[in-house]
């Protein structure tokens, strides 16, 4: 539990690179400056650029809609001239990139 409270002065220039800093990292100013102080690593859980979360939607939309089709050609009967489950694999590959890279960034 924390009790004790520290006043300093800094300038408006360190104030202004300590927020920016802890915004980045997504933690609260005096998180920020308790990390750096005690020497410790600041774990980041997740910080994708704008466009991540909607080429996710994006990917897992195609995704299923291969799967629906490969459901529908299975029920028909019909010949896998589409390589749909190669396709399905493929997406899935293309997921796990953008979640490695996501991952390593964060460590």
């Not at 028909?76 to 997406?91: M, Q």
């Amino acid at each position: 539990m924390k009790k004790h409270r520290l006043h300093i002065r800094i300038s408006q220039e360190v104030a202004l690179r300590i927020e920016s800093k802890a915004e980045q990292l997504n933690i609260s100013k005096s998180e920020y400056v308790r990390s750096l102080i005690e020497n410790k690593r600041v774990a980041i859980k997740y910080l994708p650029d704008d466009n991540a979360d909607k080429l996710k939607q994006e990917i897992a939309v195609i995704g299923r809609n291969i799967w629906q089709l490969n459901k529908k050609k299975n029920r028909l009967g019909i010949e896998d001239n589409l390589n749909l489950i190669d396709s399905i694999s493929s997406l899935s590959k293309s997921i796990e990139k953008i979640n490695t890279y996501y991952d390593s960034k964060n460590k």
